[in-house]
Nanobody
């Protein structure tokens, strides 16, 4: 089992920045590709970004390519989501997820472990 815990969400004004963190415990974190997803009220969970297990390959949803980055720190079992230039439409619960394999995926169905999420609210 791999336990994931997100933190760093909050209420920010449009144009602001946040750094979300996800810390893992329970198994060898560095073996897992990691992803970030988000879910806004009344909408389906959507892909935001993923990173492979070594941290050399990343992918982003088209809607977040400008302003979002997904670094990881395998030494400390963490993955981050740096969000700059926040917009009200970025308001959602943000989840980190881990999957077996070597590369990430944009499909939430391909992930094996999930955190409970952290709320991001962007005011206009």
């Amino acid at each position: 089992q791999l336990q994931l815990v997100e933190s760093g969400g909050g209420l920010v004004q449009a144009g602001g920045s946040l750094r979300l963190s996800c810390v893992a415990a329970g198994r060898t974190f560095k073996s897992y590709p990691m992803g970030w997803f988000r879910q806004a009220p009344g909408k389906e969970r959507e892909f935001v970004a993923h990173i492979n297990w070594r941290g050399f390959s990343t992918s982003y949803a088209d809607s977040v390519k400008c302003g979002f980055t997904i670094p990881r720190d395998n030494a400390n079992n963490k993955v981050f989501l740096q969000i700059n230039s926040l917009k009200p439409e970025d308001t959602a619960v943000y989840y980190c997820a881990a999957r077996w394999g070597t590369v990430g995926s944009s499909s939430p169905d391909r992930y094996d472990y999930w955190g409970h999420g952290t709320q991001v609210t962007v005011s206009s």
